[in-house]
């Protein structure tokens, strides 16, 4: 997988690996207890990472940029799957959310002076 992987393509291929290797998807409601669960763990790395706390051991820290890496990727994961589940397009669902976005903050964050710094 080295080329780029549109959201449409990791939509298919995460479907066809639940089918083949993950026998099938969990139902909705356990994915989204794993999706907090993931979304839990990418944030104790942050915390350390870019937060106030501390590794436990040195080496946690040294392998911390990968793990983070990994555990984005685990939310990923489970976020496509409940799109699957739901039949959410996620490249339309991130075109209108970026339309909103657009439509609805254009002067929003030039105005705010709190990001003027």
Known sequence: MDEQLSLQQAQKIVDEWINTIGVR???ELTNTAVLMEEVGELSR???R???EQ???RPEDAANA???????????LFVLICLANQTGVDLTQALRENLRK??????QRHADNEKLKE
């Open 65 to 75: 940029p990968a793990q983070m890496a990994d555990e984005m990727a685990d939310v």
């Open 101 to 106: 976005k657009t439509q609805r903050d254009a």
């Open 45 to 47: 790395l942050m915390a």
């Open 49 to 51: 990472l870019y937060g």
């Open 25 to 27: 998807y969990y139902n």
């Open 54 to 56: 501390s590794f436990k």
